[in-house]
């Protein structure tokens, strides 16, 4: 079983800063893509922003400048830095990985963290 336990989430004023962590266990061999989702009330989920095994990132235009994503594979962690956070920000974030269980999974499979609530406010 793989699970991915999300943590950092809470509320904020426009303006602060908040870190969300997303760590993997079980049983993995290696992540290929590690990232980040959003979802708020009423509205559809979005790809807020990935990270590739090589280190290549992408973002949303509308946190671009604002977020920083990273991951430490030593600990099977994804990070999100989310700087100058606006209330058009708050939601419901989800980490997600891309992994291989063991050696010879060529197939691999996404897995998904619980969500954790991110408020800001004005």
């Known amino acids: 079983q793989v699970q991915l336990v999300e943590s950092g989430g809470g509320s904020v004023q426009a303006g602060g800063s908040l870190r969300l962590s997303c760590a993997a266990s079980?049983?993995?061999?290696?992540?290929?893509?590690m990232g980040w989702y959003r979802q708020a009330p009423g509205k559809e989920r979005e790809l807020v922003a990935t990270?590739?095994?090589?280190?290549?990132?992408n973002y949303a235009d509308s946190v671009k400048g604002r977020f920083t994503i990273s991951r430490d594979d030593a600990k099977n962690t994804v990070y999100l830095q989310m700087n100058s956070l606006k209330p058009e920000d708050t939601a419901v974030y989800y980490c997600?990985?891309?992994?291989?269980?063991?050696?010879?999974?060529?197939?691999?499979?996404?897995?998904w963290g619980q969500g954790t609530q991110v408020t800001v406010s004005s």
């Open positions: 997600m990985m891309f992994i291989f269980r063991y050696y010879r999974d060529y197939r691999g499979n996404n897995y």
């Open positions: 990270i590739t095994s090589g280190g290549s990132t």
């Open positions: 079980g049983s993995i061999f290696s992540i290929n893509v």
